[in-house]
Each structure stands twice: as C-alpha cells, then as structure tokens.
C-alpha cells in the first residue's frame, strides 16, 4: 500500500533566486494538497543528519555544503500515490536528463542545486515528513 503523504524542500539556490512561489503554484496544480509548511535554514548537523544515507557518497559533504547555505522551505504533500506523482513532478536530479516541464529542468542550476527535494520511497517520506513535522503539524488538516 502506498503512502498518500510525501516531504519536498525547496533548495537554498532556489529559495535566493525567488522561485518559491512558482514552484509552490506547480505543486498545487499538480493536485497536491501543502498539509504543513515553513521555511527554516538547517544548520551543518541537521543538513548531515537529514541526509545520513548519503554520508559515504562523494558528493555528501558539498550537499551539506548547500543545503546548510541559506534558507530552505520544507512542506508535507498530501495527494493519492503522492511520493510517485511527486517524483515525476520534480524529474530527474540532473536538470539536463529532467523531463520539459518539470521542476528541475525548470527551475535547477545544477545537478547538484536541483531546485527541490523529493521523497524517494514511502519510508523515507514517513522520516523525512517527521524529521521536520511532528504528526500532530499536519494530522487536524487531513481529515
């Protein structure tokens, strides 16, 4: 069974170069309903700890880099098969494989300042949503 719920983060580069509201519009009319939201900057160990999985990979320490370099906004996305849909919405993570019309190729700088951050699995849409969020942010708006 899938989850209906997905986490997405509006990346630094994309937050400076003023491409939150188009981007949220995007969402929106994609279907998906913004059940929580609120822009922060994460510090070193937050943007470590939030992306754990990666900690071995050769591009880890430049994620943290970015993703620790300026504001972010983080949202909880609600809609039927919503990690899927998502993850066709945004496109690949190289903006230069990134289908027309999707987020990244609208919107990234780079492979590695692609604009937004998508859940990959349910699992870690479940992680992710509660690493930002606590169940009792979002639970009153879904029903």
């Given at each position: 069974?899938?989850?209906?719920?997905?986490?997405?983060?509006?990346?630094?580069?994309?937050?400076?170069n003023k491409?939150?509201?188009?981007?949220?519009?995007?969402?929106?009319?994609?279907?998906?309903?913004?059940?929580?939201?609120k822009s922060?900057?994460?510090?070193?160990?937050?943007?470590?700890?939030?992306?754990?999985?990666?900690?071995?990979?050769?591009?880890?320490?430049?994620?943290?880099?970015?993703?620790?370099?300026?504001?972010?906004?983080?949202?909880?996305l609600y809609?039927?098969?919503?990690?899927?849909?998502?993850?066709?919405?945004?496109?690949?993570?190289?903006?230069?494989?990134?289908?027309?019309?999707?987020?990244?190729?609208?919107?990234?700088?780079?492979?590695?300042?692609?604009?937004?951050?998508?859940?990959?699995?349910?699992?870690?849409?479940?992680?992710?949503?509660?690493?930002?969020?606590?169940?009792?942010?979002?639970?009153?708006?879904?029903?």
């Amino acid at each position: 069974m899938t989850s209906n719920k997905t986490l997405t983060m509006i990346k630094p580069g994309a937050v400076n170069n003023k491409h939150i509201g188009a981007i949220i519009d995007r969402i929106e009319r994609a279907g998906f309903r913004i059940v929580a939201i609120k822009s922060l900057k994460l510090s070193k160990e937050a943007a470590q700890e939030f992306y754990q999985e990666h900690a071995e990979r050769p591009f880890f320490n430049d994620l943290v880099s970015f993703m620790s370099s300026g504001p972010i906004v983080a949202a909880v996305l609600y809609k039927e098969n919503a990690v899927q849909d998502f993850r066709k919405l945004i496109g690949s993570t190289d903006p230069n494989d990134a289908e027309e019309g999707t987020i990244r190729k609208d919107f990234a700088e780079s492979k590695s300042k692609n604009a937004v951050h998508g859940s990959d699995s349910d699992a870690s849409a479940e992680r992710e949503c509660h690493f930002f969020f606590s169940t009792i942010d979002y639970l009153e708006v879904l029903k």
